[in-house]
């Protein structure tokens, strides 16, 4: 039972471009979005999270872009850099719960 | 270090075997969490827990896994008689309170090798 899809499964940037990874959610109750970033042979680590009473939340080159009506969300990565290839997951929350999506494995090129 | 700490980071069984896979939480939290990750695969929710108490195991493979967090000592999650197709990194987090009220603070990981 996949609650967060998340899209594109890899992704390819020059540095100093932009990465764009996209989430949609099912459930409406959710009500806490992290984005995760995985380092090869590391665990995930909390990279920025937005919660839904809010469009935009930026913190340095990432930004999660929140649309509640589409139940879609996104992270961009301005500025990409190489330091920046890792496997990046949205995740979406509630009381009990939080589910992953399938990550997306981001490689910047120099 | 006060990090999520698991062990062991690697560990080897043969079909049949029984792999035990430990996770210390951040000091002061209460709520653990441990997950799957297939190689090249994503996070898969197997299990949360507080203390002495099961919240959601829905995750979780009815046969052959359990898991459980005790008063005192770490969380153990227990598999029975591994299958090759058990092969897989188990990732545990930790956090103060309910997931959707912050971070989870993730171990490095521990390596499943079934032969």
């Known amino acids: 039972q996949q609650q967060v899809k998340q899209s594109p499964q890899s992704l390819i940037v020059q540095k100093g471009g932009i990465s764009i990874i996209n989430c949609a959610y099912e459930?409406?109750?959710?009500?806490?979005f992290p984005w995760y970033q995985q380092f090869p042979g590391k665990g995930p680590a909390l990279l920025i999270a937005?919660?839904?009473?809010?469009s935009e939340k930026k913190e340095g080159r990432f930004t999660i872009s929140f649309n509640k009506s589409a139940k879609q969300f996104s992270l961009h990565i301005m500025d990409s850099q190489p330091g920046d290839s890792a496997t990046y997951f949205c995740?979406?929350?509630?009381?009990?719960?939080?589910?992953f999506g399938a990550g997306t494995r981001l490689t910047v090129k120099p | 270090n006060a990090g999520v700490m698991q062990n062991p980071r690697h560990l080897v069984r043969r079909r049949g075997q029984e792999a035990r896979l430990r996770c210390s939480p951040v000091?002061?939290?209460?709520?653990v969490y441990w997950y799957r990750q297939l190689p090249e695969e994503g996070l898969k929710f197997m299990v949360y827990?507080?203390?002495?108490?099961?919240?959601?195991e829905s995750g979780m493979p009815k046969e052959r896994f359990s898991a459980e967090f005790p008063k005192e000592g770490p969380s153990i999650l227990r598999i029975q008689q591994v299958v090759r197709g058990d092969s897989a990194a188990y990732f545990c987090?930790?956090?103060?309170?309910?997931?959707?009220?912050?971070?989870?603070?993730f171990g490095e990981g521990s390596r499943l090798t079934v032969l």
């Open positions: 987090a930790s956090s103060p309170s309910q997931p959707n009220t912050g971070e989870l603070f």
């Open positions: 459930n409406t109750a959710f009500d806490y």
């Open positions: 937005i919660r839904p009473d809010v």
């Open positions: 995740a979406a929350s509630l009381t009990n719960d939080m589910r």
């Open positions: 000091k002061g939290h209460s709520h």
């Open positions: 827990l507080q203390k002495e108490n099961i919240i959601d």
